[in-house]
């Protein structure tokens, strides 16, 4: 986006605005500080205060303002491949390189820039994303062979502003420190929940020819399913109490508290 | 990544002759390794046979043959099915844990039960394009001979290759006597016996397995076995999950009346394919499931290893992880 670029900001954006700054709302409108600017600023202003309300407001300001351009073309396609298939309920068809992952579609051509790019080798789980319901790695799927298929980002887990309760309860236990392997970790989680309800067992899951339905997630349980997705800032212990807590149903109290 | 042509195979008969047809080709199936090496510049197909969509991922009991009443897997089934469908985890529980003992959700999620077998080595050597590697460049040496070989083999090796296999599903479908089922262009059917399946290095490290190119796995096929009530899979590694072994055990026991009737040992880790300990599993053969018993065991086990400069702790490490996977295996107690 242009650093000049006029202002435009939508309804919901002014009323986010208007709660989280009130003071400087004229002079942002007034000067045209940028959309991406404003993220910016959010950051700096102590994420923790605001930390709900940015992540209301992620949701908002990373919607595009207007319709996206019909068709970001790279500069040459090799071996192109037609491919039809649906992120986050809404239909995509284009054309990409048979080289292209799933993970540099979502990103380069399709505008959601939720999915991370860590490692691109399969190691570190930035890049998950749910396809057909399960969770896989972005970086080591090919688009082209995506035909047919229902793609699930972090961007899509939220109904409109309400976040899916697994991203509530990351915020509340403060499941991040940068946050780059976030929504990996939430996508990931979300699929832990329901594969544990299904009755898929881990390797740490006792006497696997004895169970019958939902197996209960321990602790140990989350951590051996989680394992996937590597998080550097090391909040594992508020990774596995945000799952944790979404899977009992009990609220718990957080573990940090603002002091003064 | 190198320019490569996509093709969708849409039956079977299609998939094998395309690759067939195409000695740069390669089927593709989950892709967690094949597009890895990939993006190293290992592998460099100018083609990619996708076969994902071939259906062969039925998990069914076999009706006739040799191997009636035992189960054939689908060899383009999912890792996470072929682990938590009902027929594996009753009668074949080792498979299940063996297959969890690897990767994570995400990946098990996308590689297929055929796609594992064929899993390449990790060795750091193999992986560094600018390394020299027999089994990436035939010819070139082996850097981890004399480099850092602390994850190396300590069976079966030769001067051409030290690497060892990485799969763990294979190391309990060799301790299971599993039979691999494929088919080539021509609609042959032959099976492998996993014993065979894989190689061991000797002058030609470059090929992994005897499987022909343009050959597809179909099915992977367990015979009956009465070790479901006792086995374990014991996976050591250099953190609690989502790494590849240091060493495995897969260890699965038959007792009647306080004695051994039959027992199976496979290592994985240690070698360039799945490593059976037969005259262990011999020696426990009559025996007591007494711990003296299995050190004996596991002491000759471990008699033929010849470690590396920095992998001699494998020979203890294999010596103990033998014990436990017995141990785990006849009372169930894994703590």
Sequence with gaps: ?260 | MRPFKYTNAKDVPSATRLLTANPGGRFLAGGTNLLDLMKEDVERPNELIDISRLGLDQIKTIATGPHKGGLSIGGLGKNTDAANHALVRQHYPLLTQAILAGASGQIRNMATNGGNLLQRTRCPYFYEVSMPCNKREPGTGCGALEGINRLHAIFGWSDKCIAVYPSDMSVALAALDAVVRVRDAAGQERTIPFGDFHRLPGDTPEKDTNLNHGELITAIELPKNNFAEKSYYLKVRDRASYAFALVSVAAALEVSNNRIDQARIAMGGVAHKPWRALQAEQMLVGKEPTEANFRLAAEAAMADAKPLEHNKYKVELGRRSIVRALQVAMDGKRS
């Design chain 1, 1 to 260: 986006m242009e650093e000049n670029e006029k202002l435009q900001l939508t309804e919901d954006e002014k009323k986010l605005f208007e709660d989280l700054m009130p003071e400087d709302l004229d002079e942002i409108l007034d000067t045209g500080v940028n959309r991406r600017h404003f993220l910016k600023l959010l950051t700096l202003t102590g994420g923790g205060i605001l930390a709900y309300q940015a992540a209301a407001a992620e949701q908002v300001l990373t919607r595009p303002l207007n319709a996206p351009p019909a068709e970001l073309l790279p500069a040459s396609i090799e071996n192109g491949v037609d491919v039809s298939f649906k992120v986050n309920g809404a239909a995509k068809k284009l054309t990409v390189d048979s080289r292209m992952t799933l993970l540099d579609t979502l990103r380069e051509r399709l505008e959601l820039t939720g999915s991370k790019k860590g490692c691109d080798h399969g190691q570190c789980g930035a890049c998950t994303v749910l396809v057909d319901g399960r969770r896989v790695l972005s970086c080591l799927t090919l688009a082209a062979s995506c035909e047919g298929r229902s793609v699930k980002t972090i961007e899509g887990l939220a109904q409109g502003n309400e976040l899916h309760p697994v991203q509530a309860a990351f915020i509340k236990n403060d499941g991040f420190q940068c946050g780059f392997c976030t929504p990996g970790q939430i996508c990931s989680a979300v699929a832990v929940l329901e594969e544990a309800k299904r009755g898929e067992a881990s390797y740490v899951t006792e006497n696997v020819r004895k169970i019958s339905g939902a197996i209960p997630l321990s602790d140990e349980e989350i951590r051996e399913r989680m394992s996937g997705n590597l998080c550097r800032c090391g909040a594992y212990p508020n990774i596995v109490a945000a799952i944790r807590e979404v899977y009992s149903g009990k609220p718990v109290e957080p573990t940090w508290k603002f002091v003064g």
